[in-house]
């Protein structure tokens, strides 16, 4: 016969791994879903435009997005430690992983002998797994383009825009882009995981 305290702690073992299998969990949303992914990860990428400043690597919500140049000027890669961007009421978006980039800013002429409207694009390559309250991955082969704001850190909330040209894949598909998109700052299109 098993002893009675090594009976239980199988059984913890057992009901802890039915919790934690049966616990609710969300999926990036569609073409929405993954633009809004994307403008997290862009959000602390952007802080690139600031080089040779060394930019905070700390997240909104947790965690780390740290920044480093390499050989090829204007080339980087961020590489996120659960980075947290997002709030749902069933947990963090977290993301883990790399993307390498590579930017240009550049001045485009204005009208009316106003100053020029400085712009910057970076062209991603890379892939995030997006996890926390979430179970998907965000893999990335995309432009972004947008004029310059006076500073690269935003506020949740605000209204975000920009040029997005190439593909996004997620759990749900891929999903191509070649037009100007719009997302909200620390939100995240999302729906349950229908297989939970």
Not at 92 to 121: K, W
Request: net charge negative; aromatic share 10%; with cysteine.
């Amino acid at each position: 016969m098993i002893p009675f305290v090594l009976r239980s702690r199988f059984a913890f073992v057992l009901v802890s791994g039915w919790v934690s299998a049966c616990a609710p969990s969300l999926k990036l949303d569609g073409k929405q879903g993954a633009a809004d992914a994307m403008f997290a990860a862009w959000q602390r990428s952007k802080l690139a435009a600031d080089w040779p400043m060394d930019p905070d690597p700390s997240c909104p919500l947790g965690g780390t997005a740290r920044i480093a140049p390499t050989s090829t000027a204007q080339s980087f890669i961020v590489t996120y430690e659960d980075c947290g961007v997002a709030q749902h009421e069933l947990g963090l978006a977290l993301y883990r992983g790399e993307l390498a980039f590579t930017q240009s800013i550049y001045s485009v002429s204005s009208v009316f002998d106003q100053p020029p409207i400085s712009s910057l694009s970076q062209n991603f390559k890379g892939r995030l797994l997006v996890q926390g309250g979430y179970d998907d991955f965000l893999e990335v082969e995309l432009l972004m383009a947008e004029p310059l704001g006076p500073s690269s850190v935003v506020e949740p909330g605000t209204q975000l825009s920009a040029i997005v040209t190439g593909t996004l894949r997620t759990n749900e598909g891929k999903f191509t882009f070649s037009e100007p998109v719009s997302a909200v700052s620390g939100k995240i299109s999302s729906k349950l995981d229908a297989n939970r």
